[in-house]
């Protein structure tokens, strides 16, 4: 159905004004990721028992308390009152009366048209707290303070977080075509996701044409609890574990129509979203993910208008008590409900990623 | 009738002599025997609440051997000059299973008045919080030097007044003359003809009678392995030290770095969850400092100038990193790099502190962040499980 060959390789097109030299005097650690394995599983490193927080886990909480701790965010998310709205979906909101979403505005400096980051100010960037590229190596290796290489993912703490350790995954480099996605920077972020291993972290995408057109960059935080969508029942609408390796399901009991993407192993299901994230980018329709468990579970929300990722998910962000105060279930649902996509555009949907996921038996 | 009382006398006395090795192992009275101090070990679940344990160094204090004093009350001790308020301070506390020291002034076997600390503490079942024994340890309190005593009106009598909360302020247990508690609790015509100035215990003899303390904890939780028992001197329970819900205390178990969590709420700020890593850094065992204060790892050498710039913050609500010369349970000295945190809970409220300690000394990768920074990944973790929002929106375990 969709031929996403003809971006292959575009994505390192060496570009005139390389901006490899705009790294200049730019220094942030370096966290390589060990070399993928054939089977597609990865070797983590970290500490010697899996349940505790691994090595990445652990230095992007790191950097990210230094950051607050410095007094460099708006405000302390955590001293912000989370509640559960009683109902069926428990859907969670928040108390913050300085939170402002057009915020990301600010960022500009890290995603302006030109998509590279500016050398003149950048020794004083407290945000970019880490870079993380891909590694030649079995196992993943830090390399403290060096100059950010083009292949990696800059890690950028939200001043503005919606949660603790709100982050930008943002590019180093990108290209200066107006090349909007590239099937590697999610498989990138889903690596990261797994390598992170942690519960509690969840990457967003926000395919949101009419706010950042130009740029392609992820969000990630720290929640606690499960999202409200992640608690919904699903039905299997694709299974397949033994040929093409994803599994497809769609969620029944949620406001916001969506599906979930289950793979083998990280890197079929990263190829996978890649392909049909690729594929609803070209026909300018607009959706949201979420990569959850560890990178092996990646939700699409397909929304018509511009909710946030987190918000398409059932976590909502109140400025004025009053309205907190009187939230209900039946608010937050119609909020939901009223940007999802018609019936008949989701059928499309679902028959595209089942024809996508047949695409990669061949 | 008199066969019956031979018969519950019998039952006593076996009772008696099986209280400890019943709980604990048959081996826990010879390590009690080789503990230096004078201390005795009383069951509150056998009529009369009888003395079930004596050292040795009781009977060289007091006169009474060990054999004279098993089967009675710890009363004993007490004499026509034992000021009333201090014994019912005594009562008061172990009517309310709570630890309590005082001056109090005792008698010897040959009739002698003799002032003691006293130092008394509930041993509590660490698994369901059950007062098992209570300890009492008397530390002899030296006569003052001659000079310098104050001339107040009379009677100057210092009560510890445990049942007045008051009374309990420790800058007026520094000077005798200084305390108005005694107003409330003086009884001209009971107090004992031969009462002298009432003592007061110096540092020196409360650390003494809470070292002595722990050691007979420790010895105690070293011969209980066997029988899985479990003791502590604080209560574990809700009604004492709450207890974190599975899930947050899962979360926490993840988490690697050396670090304790307390609970601003409670008095004295005691600790509330303590990690793996914390009790290998300092050689004390959960049970041990459960329900403390932070305190305990000071010593000398300690920057009172350091503790007081802690709270500081925590009373700012704020966070610090400092350098601190600290003692784990050997006493045994390390540099801690210390980092204090308020943690909010799900409502935005400041439910506990993280204290994240980092042996300076020990070595370390802290693959390219500076120790500073490192530790603070912990805190991060700490924040993100004490966020979490249960069912119920409480992070305690409800109350039994």
Redesign the interface.
Known sequence: MVSTTEFKGEYSLPSKNSPLNQFEGVKT?LYRLGAEHENGTLKSFA?ADQ???S?L??????????FA?KGHLGY?V???????IEGGWSF?VQLNNKWNSCVLKDYDKFLGPVGCLKPNCMNSYDELLLCIAQGDKDIPE????TKPPKDGLLLIANACPV???HILLVPSVTNQLSFFWDKRMFSLVARIASEVN?A?FRVFFDNCTSTMPHRTFFQAC?F??PLPVESASTVAIYDGKATSGVCLYEIVDYPMKSLAFTGNDVNTLANFVGEVSLTLHDNNTAYSLLVSNNGTKVKNLATGSCLSAWECCGYFVYRAKYDFDRASEIEISNRIASVTLQDSAFENLKSLCCAIADDLVM | MEEETAASDEESRRRVASSLTSRYSDWVVESLDELQGSFLLTDPSIPGHPIVYASRGLAALTGYPPAEVLGRNARLFQGAGTDRAAVAGVRDAVRCQRPHQTPILNYRRDGAAHWVLLHLAPVFHAADGAVLHFLAVQVPIPPPPPPARCRVARPTVVVFAPCREEARVEEELSCPCASHAGEVFVDVDKRGLDAEEPRVASEHEKEKALSTANSIFSALNRYSKLTGLVVCGKRCDSVGIPALSSSLNL?LG???QSFVLTDPHLPDMPIIYASDAFLSLTGYSREEILGCNCKFLNGPGTSAEVLEEINQHICSEQ?CTVHLLNYRKDRSSFRDLLHI?P??N???KVAFHVWVHLDEGAKHDF???TP??????A???V???????SAS?SLLRPSQ
């Open positions: 650690h500490y349940g505790s927080p090595l886990d652990t230095i992007i909480l790191s950097q990210w308390e230094d701790w302390d955590t001293a912000c009152n989370l509640k559960v969670v830090v390399v403290p303070s949660e603790y350790g942690s509690a720290y606690a609890n | 979360s993840r988490i690697k966070a945190s943690i909010r799900a409502s935005g693959n390219g962040l500073e920074v490192w530790q603070l990944g805190v991060g973790a924040r993100v499980a004490v966020r979490s929002l929106g």
